[in-house]
């Protein structure tokens, strides 16, 4: 019997090659695209779920009065936590700061020196591999940071310096913005299985020579929360009970302070498995996933997979005429209903495995450049259930394809199909159209989001910011000298006078970086209770040249005005916050007056509102200075009038190297640098692009079979039309219609689907493009276009054909 009905498989594909070269193809592509997108998202959620104590580890963040939210503390906090409350087994922090985005380590063997720039390097705690689990390939993590000056590097660093050499005990001298100080490589841990929310590749001791000092200072509960805090609970412990005791335990310590300040914050957990996927603040360790996006990739999976599984059963239905006298004499013979059903639910498993066959031929082929798309270094077999999971999704979707087509054929009435009376079906007829409406629904929402996205980034790109940043060169300075500000002058001195360059500067930080410091400032004859959080940026004096920010009253710093050590200027945002004017804020004070510390400030300037951060961001009220918190001497900004950008960058590593011969020069461009903000929505759009046009093409694949059908059941009636004098373009007009009249409901139906999930998507932007009529329109056109092409191309074929031969066949 199983062989019968293998026979009848075979001999049912080799038969039709078109329907099931399109089944197939169809099928395969479907199983790729999902196989695909279910490597990516496999790969995004095994973000931290290695961590051995994840199911009791937590970080710590704060919601302020704002509905801000904050996820580093303070660093008593920590420790405080540790010692007061009984539900703590260990806690730990990590610190980082725009000065140490990038740090010069250097190793001397012998006479031979080895240096390179490296990022994503943290101080932590000695707990810190106490509660993140690490897979060291040398050392010991759970005493590797037990020493001061210790220092604990990824294995890619290792194998830079020391090739396969153990380095533990090996020292490495680390420029940091303190000072060079050498510290002792005390483990290597591996980098590909440790994917965290925390990229880090390299952990130096908080215990150090450098920055212990300031830290054992920071003794304010809520000043200076730039400690990243981890907790792990004691097994058993109620996470939900925990973080009320907490937020008890924080308001004993804090309530004084935060009535004198002016605000309030809630402190809440967050499970270190869940940060990367569903931690979105503005100051995260780095680059976050985004769940939002998973669901997306996800249901364009499922939607393309069912697509291709809604031609199956279309091309399935519309051949059945085909198959019906078949069926008819089987029963007529004997078969029963069960049988017919076996048949063609083997018949569409057959085909399913054929698919999955080629699926996994395009998956290897197609992998390394979806790698290069999604930035990933993802490998078929990463998840060893993946293979059970691939046959399982093959079982499920040739059950699925052809359960409908089975139980329909196998229903035919053999009587009435000898008769042939199974033409034109209503309820299979009425089904098909459904089933092309809801494929070109799914198109016409995934053409529409890749056209929204698209003028989104488009929009970012090209969006005002509110200061000049093209031909603007960044050269990080900070992180490698001890002494900034007399290796700036050194530089500028140098690079003054270059035709190619219009001026030089330098600041604490530069727009596209977060700025960490800020202030809590009130108005002349005002309170605590009018405090405005001001973020400030330390900068040279000509800065605000330099970056061409807008100056619309008083003036900017100068060194005629030596008092400039005492004043800000504001932005427009933070003048208004402040409750003056940009006509009357010039020569008003500002104070600060927190804790121990006091400060007042003279407005000497109003510049206009710019985005120092990404436009995911509401414009936050900002404030230059020459002297408040960081080195105005981390970044030099050298704005260039030159097209030539190959022969000023050697005229500045010549400059560089005569002054700084031991230091690698590195320089990035400000623009380039803005845009990195907006990485994530690229990767997003080339996605959802690349998936986009596959489910369009797996839909046309459906729409062109159907033709095909159409036409060969319509010929004769073409025939005819064309000996009472029809022509090509009327037949072409025929045939087309229909197809194109359910496109145009399918457009209808997708509008408002495809409008309501772009428009949350673009709410997540502070600055967005506003949707017009015109994207849908263009959605559609597109939609109809694609299709008429793919039903016209058919239709053609059948309009030149010979009316005798067909009248003559018939």
């Not at 329907?19 to 196989?35: K, R, V």
């Not at 869940?274 to 939607?303: P, T």
């Not at 190297?657 to 590195?666: C, G, N, Q, T, W």
Request: hydrophobic content about 45%.
């Amino acid at each position: 019997m199983l062989n019968n009905f293998l026979r009848i498989a075979i001999r049912h594909i080799t038969r039709n090659k078109a329907f099931s070269f399109i089944n197939i193809a169809g099928f395969a592509i479907g199983l790729a695209t999902c196989l695909l997108i279910m490597l990516y998202i496999l790969d995004e959620h095994r973000y931290d779920k290695h961590q051995e104590y994840g199911d009791r580890s937590y970080r710590i963040a704060y919601l302020n009065n704002k509905g801000e939210k904050w996820v580093a503390a303070s660093a008593p906090l920590a420790f405080g936590i540790k010692d007061a409350l009984p539900e703590v087994e260990q806690v730990s922090r990590l610190l980082t700061f725009p000065d140490i985005a990038r740090m010069l380590l250097q190793y001397k063997d012998g006479t031979q020196q080895k240096q390179l720039f490296e990022s994503n390097g943290y101080y932590v705690d000695s707990t810190f591999f106490q509660i993140l689990s690490y897979k060291f390939i040398y050392g010991n993590a759970l005493t590797a940071l037990n020493n001061p000056n210790s220092l604990v590097i990824c294995e890619d660093i290792a194998h830079k310096f020391f090739g396969h050499v153990n380095p533990v005990g090996k020292q490495i001298n680390v420029n940091t913005p303190f000072g060079p100080f050498n510290y002792t490589v005390t483990g290597v841990f591996e980098s590909k299985t440790s994917k965290s929310h925390i990229p880090g590749r390299y952990f130096l001791s908080m215990r150090n020579n450098d920055t212990w000092n300031w830290v054992r200072q920071q003794t304010s509960w809520i000043g200076n929360s730039v400690f990243y805090t981890y907790v792990k609970l004691k097994k058993g412990t109620d996470a939900k009970h925990f973080e009320a005791k907490l937020q008890s335990f924080f308001n004993e310590k804090t309530a004084a302070d935060m009535k004198a300040a002016g605000f309030s914050l809630t402190l809440y957990l967050q499970p270190v498995p869940d940060i990367y996927l569903h931690s979105s603040a503005a100051n995260e360790i780095g680059a976050n996933g985004n769940i939002i996006y998973l669901y997306i990739l996800g249901s364009i999976a499922v939607f393309i997979l069912v697509i291709a599984c809604v031609n199956f059963m279309n091309l399935s239905t519309a051949s059945a005429e085909k198959r019906a006298r078949e069926v008819g004499m089987r029963k007529v013979l004997g078969a029963g209903k069960g049988a017919l059903i076996r048949q063609f639910i083997g018949e569409s498993f057959l085909m399913s495995l054929l698919a999955l066959i080629l699926a996994l031929v395009l998956v290897f082929t197609l992998l390394p450049y979806f790698n290069i798309l999604a930035q990933k270094e993802i490998s078929l077999f990463d998840n060893p259930y993946l293979l059970l999971w691939i046959i399982v999704l093959t079982i499920t979707s040739g059950l699925f394809a052809g359960a409908y087509p089975a139980f329909y054929l196998s229903a035919f009435n053999p009587v009435s199909v000898l008769k042939g009376k199974v033409l034109n079906n209503f309820s299979a007829v009425a089904i098909r159209k459904g089933l092309v409406i809801f494929q070109f629904t799914i198109s016409i929402c995934l053409i529409f989001a890749a056209i929204v996205i698209r003028q989104q980034l488009h929009y970012l790109k090209n969006q005002p910011l509110g200061f000049r940043k093209e031909q603007q060169l960044i050269l990080p300075l900070g992180q490698a000298f001890l002494n900034s500000e007399v290796h700036y002058s050194s530089l500028k001195n140098e690079l003054t006078g270059y035709p190619q360059i219009k001026s030089i500067s330098s600041g604490s930080v530069y727009p596209g970086t977060s700025a960490m410091s800020d202030m809590l400032f009130y108005p002349e004859g005002g309170s605590k209770s009018d405090i405005v959080d001001i973020h400030l940026a330390t900068v040279e004096k000509d800065y605000i040249e330099t970056l061409g920010f807008q100056v619309l009253n008083g003036r900017t710093f100068s060194k005629d005005f030596p008092a400039d050590s005492t004043s800000i200027i504001l932005n427009e945002t933070a003048v208004k916050a402040l409750g003056y004017t940009t006509a009357n804020a010039v020569g008003r004070k500002i104070h600060y007056d927190f804790g121990q510390f006091r400060d007042a400030r003279t407005i000497v300037g109003v510049v206009k509102d710019f985005n120092f951060e990404s436009l995911h961001n509401p414009i936050q009220p900002y404030g230059f200075t020459t002297n408040t918190f960081g080195s105005p001497y981390n970044y030099v900004i050298v704005s260039a009038v030159t097209d030539n950008y190959t022969d000023l960058l050697q005229k500045i590593r010549q400059v560089w190297e005569k002054l700084h011969p031991a230091i690698p020069l590195e320089y990035s461009f400000l623009d380039q640098d803005f845009q990195r903000n907006y990485q994530k929505e690229r990767h997003a759009f080339g996605i959802i692009s690349y998936f986009t046009i596959i489910a369009i093409f797996i839909a046309c694949l459906g729409l062109f079979g159907l033709t095909i059908f159409s036409a060969e059941q319509r010929k004769r009636e073409i025939g005819i039309r064309k000996v009472l004098g029809a022509s090509a373009r009327n037949v072409v007009v025929l045939l087309s219609r229909d197809f194109i009249r359910l496109v145009l409901i399918a457009f209808l139906i997708a509008s408002p689907l495809a409008w309501y999930a772009m428009d949350k998507w673009l709410s997540e932007f502070a600055f967005h493009i506003q949707i017009s009529w015109l994207t849908f329109l263009a959605a559609g056109m597109l939609a109809i276009f694609i299709a008429l092409l793919t039903v016209s191309s058919q239709a053609a074929k059948a309009a030149l054909t010979n009316p005798v031969k067909t009248l003559k066949a018939e």
